[in-house]
């Protein structure tokens, strides 16, 4: 004959409790996934606000090398010089300087070595008037295609001949191991022109400098970055006067978040297979 447990005042309580704590457990778990759900909505939704100001900000991809991809400031256009002439049509007059894209922005005498493409743009100046910005992405890949078939080509010089070559057109002191130019690391501050790249960016190593002196009326920010031994770099032409509602540093630092190049220099294609092996 089976027996009923004899009631058990503090059973039943110690139950109670048990039973009070699991719901309050339970309520505790749900508001933590509340919590964490809230947390990230809150990020995808930074997220999201933040690719927004970039389309804002920036064009549409452009790969002006093989390997190389970026969305550019808005409002810059690529300058693009003529196509050469059709078999039976007249040899095309001289380029003019001021739409060869390998002239410095300003310095149509001043030819850059390097240059993967350049752009321009019409920007408003303060109080009034319009003036011109131009943008050139620069790198030393070229060089390494041309060292396949030239030994004495020396891509890893590209740095010491560029600021070279800037300096003179800016007439300012040419860049040496004993005096190097003041760089500046992207990141290294909380103001607008210093604080790092985005976090939802991979980790990018970029310094600047800012080329001419203040008393000229045009500034020059020259962007430089190395990944191994492919070197890049920008250099942003712009009146001082430039509307700065325009804000084209930090379209920019945009550019620069887009920005992707090759680890490794470009490669010598073999031109036919090799035998055996892979």
Not at 21 to 44: M, N, P, V
Not at 138 to 144: I, K, M, V
């Amino acid at each position: 004959m089976s027996q009923s447990l004899p009631s058990n005042p503090v059973l039943g309580l110690d139950r109670r409790k048990f039973l009070a704590s699991l719901a309050g457990t339970s309520l505790f778990a749900i508001g933590c996934g509340a919590e964490s759900y809230k947390d990230r909505l809150a990020a995808t939704q930074k997220y999201f606000e933040y690719l927004e100001k970039v389309n804002l900000a920036l064009g549409s991809k452009v790969v002006p090398f093989e390997g190389v991809e970026l969305r550019v400031p808005k409002p810059f256009e690529q300058i693009l010089p003529p196509p050469p002439p059709k078999d039976g049509e007249p040899e095309a007059q001289p380029l003019d300087p001021n739409e060869d894209p390998a002239r410095l922005g300003y310095h149509p005498n001043v030819r850059l070595d390097g240059v993967l493409a350049s752009w321009r743009a019409k920007i408003d100046l303060e109080p009034s008037g319009e003036g011109m910005a131009y943008l050139h992405l620069l790198s030393n890949l070229p060089r390494w295609v041309e060292k396949q078939t030239n030994n004495d080509i020396e891509p890893l010089h590209y740095r010491t001949d560029l600021t070279n070559v800037l300096a003179n057109a800016y007439s300012v002191q040419a860049e040496t191991t004993d005096v190097p130019w003041p760089w500046v690391r992207i990141g290294k501050g909380d103001d607008d022109r210093h604080r790092a790249f985005s976090p939802y960016v991979g980790k990018k190593t970029v310094d600047y400098i800012d080329i001419p002196p203040a008393d000229q009326p045009i500034n020059a920010i020259f962007y430089w970055m190395e990944v191994k031994d492919v070197h890049v770099g920008f250099v942003l032409i712009f009146p001082r006067a430039m509307d700065a509602r325009l804000k084209l540093e930090d379209r920019l630092k945009h550019t620069l978040e887009t920005l992707k190049v090759p680890s490794q220099p470009p490669q010598l294609k073999a031109s036919k297979p090799t035998l055996g092996g892979f």
